[in-house]
């Protein structure tokens, strides 16, 4: 079992930046696959940035530029930079982890956090 808590969401107008973070409960990074997720209200959840084996990155094309994907292996943690921040990024950030990439990128992965809030103001 893993066990995944985000942290770090909040309120910031348009253009603004924030970091939010994923703690896993245990080692994870030599065998599973993460990424970061969010739902806005009305919409289903999308992928917005993962990490694949070999340290791989990818990122939804609306994030490319002003979202980072990053991770320290020694604490577990996983974290989420975003910059120049729209209204449209708001919603509700999942970290998300599975020992599958494919899972991950077809939105089934084993494990999910609580979410985390980030609300941007225009």
């Known amino acids: 079992q893993v066990q995944l808590v985000e942290s770090g969401g909040g309120s910031v107008q348009a253009g603004g930046s924030l970091r939010v973070s994923c703690a896993a409960s245990?080692?994870?990074?030599?065998?599973?696959?993460m990424a970061w997720f969010r739902q806005a209200p009305g919409k289903e959840r999308e992928g917005v940035a993962r990490f694949h084996r070999f340290g791989i990155t990818t990122y939804a094309d609306s994030v490319k530029g002003r979202f980072t994907i990053s991770k320290n292996n020694a604490n577990n943690i996983m974290y989420l930079q975003m910059n120049s921040l729209k209204p449209e990024d708001t919603g509700m950030y999942y970290c998300?982890?599975?020992?599958?990439?494919?899972?991950?990128?077809?939105?089934?992965?084993?494990?999910w956090g609580q979410g985390t809030q980030v609300t941007v103001s225009s």
């Open positions: 245990r080692y994870i990074a030599g065998s599973y696959c």
């Open positions: 998300a982890a599975d020992r599958s990439s494919s899972r991950l990128v077809a939105g089934t992965p084993d494990y």
